[in-house]
């Protein structure tokens, strides 16, 4: 594929993405943030807590909320302790009354794999067969001299980069392992190379997001509004995605040309040696 159509594709996928960013946050994001703000935010000791005695914690929330999510705690669950503060409000010189954190108290909440009920709502993904173009995503991502693994202990992400790694959570689907692996290779390329990285990481997430979305657009995955959700997730928006273009769309090109052939051409893999590890 030559460089002008590579740039014509861009400049058409990323339209798109513009104009769903106009129209707001879809029906699934709302149900999703609407859902994920009955979840605490636990602190670092919690969280340790949480980790020691579940490791494979995904949301986590006290038997009531369960309840209200409309799903229900399992008989014979065995709970997770954490720590709850105790608070007393004592009346200050104004005469205002101040929470005031006394002690601390001994909680039990369960994780959404200890319970059952209505499914909470799922952010969007990417659907389709990405075929071989996965395969040949994968050797780019190794002949760029970029380390590839797999893990099932890297938290809530899918996905992390530095500058000359990816990791990539095991067990994904095609076309969500293809999204994950073409937005943290854009990291790489525009966030830890020797472009200076944005502060922003409402700028950074919406940089790598909206170049994946256009390598997804042109091998013909189903996108559905899991970019513009991403983006949005982080507070992006459409002014964000227009300050940021040039660089999107040349990072996006760069990878649309690194795993297409020409028209007719064998699909051959760029890196024939690499030894990549299975996800």
């Given at each position: 594929m030559n460089g002008s159509k590579t740039q014509e594709l861009a400049r058409h996928a990323l339209g798109q993405l513009v104009n769903e960013l106009e129209a707001g946050q879809s029906e699934q994001l709302r149900a999703y943030l609407a859902a994920m703000g009955r979840f605490r935010a636990y602190s670092p000791t919690n969280v340790l807590l949480i980790c020691m005695q579940y490791p494979q914690a995904a949301h986590v929330a006290g038997y009531r909320t369960w309840q209200r999510l409309g799903r229900q705690v399992r008989r014979g669950a065995k709970a997770i302790r954490i720590l709850a503060p105790i608070v007393r409000r004592a009346r200050s010189e104004d005469k205002e009354d101040i929470p005031r954190v006394v002690a601390f108290k001994a909680a039990c909440v369960f994780d959404v794999s200890q319970t059952d009920g209505e499914p909470l709502p799922e952010f969007a993904r990417v659907n389709g067969d990405p075929g071989l173009h996965r395969e040949r995503l994968k050797d780019l991502i190794v002949a760029r001299?970029?380390?590839?693994?797999?893990?099932?202990?890297?938290?809530?992400?899918?996905?992390?980069?530095?500058?000359?790694?990816?990791?990539?959570?095991?067990?994904?689907?095609?076309?969500?392992?293809?999204?994950?692996?073409?937005?943290?290779?854009?990291?790489?390329?525009?966030?830890?190379?020797?472009q200076v990285m944005p502060e922003s990481k409402r700028v950074?997430?919406?940089?790598?997001?909206?170049?994946?979305?256009?390598?997804?657009?042109?091998?013909?995955?189903?996108?559905?509004?899991?970019?513009?959700?991403?983006i949005q997730l982080?507070?992006?928006?459409?002014?964000?995605?227009?300050?940021?273009?040039?660089?999107?769309?040349?990072?996006?090109?760069?990878?649309?040309?690194?795993?297409?052939?020409?028209?007719?051409?064998?699909?051959?893999?760029?890196?024939?040696?690499?030894?990549?590890?299975?996800?």
């Open positions: 001299g970029i380390a590839l693994d797999y893990s099932d202990t890297i938290g809530g992400a899918d996905g992390l980069s530095t500058r000359g790694r990816i990791v990539i959570k095991s067990g994904l689907e095609p076309a969500e392992e293809f999204s994950v692996l073409a937005h943290e290779l854009a990291h790489v390329m525009i966030h830890h190379g020797d950074r997430e919406t940089e790598a997001e909206a170049a994946a979305f256009v390598v997804c657009q042109v091998i013909g995955l189903d996108t559905h509004s899991a970019a513009s959700d991403y982080y507070r992006g928006d459409r002014d964000t995605l227009l300050a940021s273009l040039e660089r999107i769309q040349r990072t996006a090109a760069t990878i649309v040309d690194g795993i297409l052939t020409e028209e007719g051409e064998a699909f051959e893999p760029l890196h024939r040696d690499a030894k990549r590890p299975a996800a």
